[in-house]
């Protein structure tokens, strides 16, 4: 069984940072797309950064510069984000699927936003100005 447990949620003040962590846990395949999305109350999910297995990345261009998407060994996938800003307030959640996809559409239409097989339960991230 899939299991996603993000962690590192918060409140920080407009300017400070957190880093996201998301632990992935029985996943059975070999390449992944993993990605970050985010929802605001009364806001639709948006995806904010993707990555595939060979490394690529894309990025939401409200986020470009300020977010970044990684992993480790363990499995573990996390978004380090610099500079949060008040609109960055949402409830934050990872998400892994091995079906092929065009990232930069994840992370630029509304194409596929719920289209994942696995998702985390969602951490709070509140920006105060």
């Known amino acids: 069984q899939v299991q996603l447990v993000e962690s590192g949620g918060g409140s920080v003040q407009a300017g400070g940072s957190l880093r996201l962590s998301c632990a992935i846990s029985g996943y059975p395949h070999i390449s992944a797309y993993m990605a970050w999305f985010r929802q605001a109350p009364g806001k639709e999910r948006e995806g904010v950064a993707v990555m595939y297995t060979d490394g690529s990345t894309a990025y939401r261009e409200s986020v470009k510069g300020r977010f970044t998407i990684s992993r480790d060994s363990a499995k573990t996938l996390y978004l380090q984000m610099n500079s949060l800003k008040p609109e960055d307030t949402a409830m934050y959640y990872c998400?892994?699927?091995?079906?092929?996809?065009?990232?930069?559409?994840?992370?630029?239409?509304?194409?596929?936003?719920?289209?994942?097989?696995?998702w985390g339960q969602g951490t709070q991230v509140t920006v105060s100005s």
């Open positions: 998400a892994v699927d091995p079906r092929p996809r065009d990232i930069e559409r994840v992370v630029s239409t509304r194409e596929g936003r719920f289209d994942w097989y696995h």
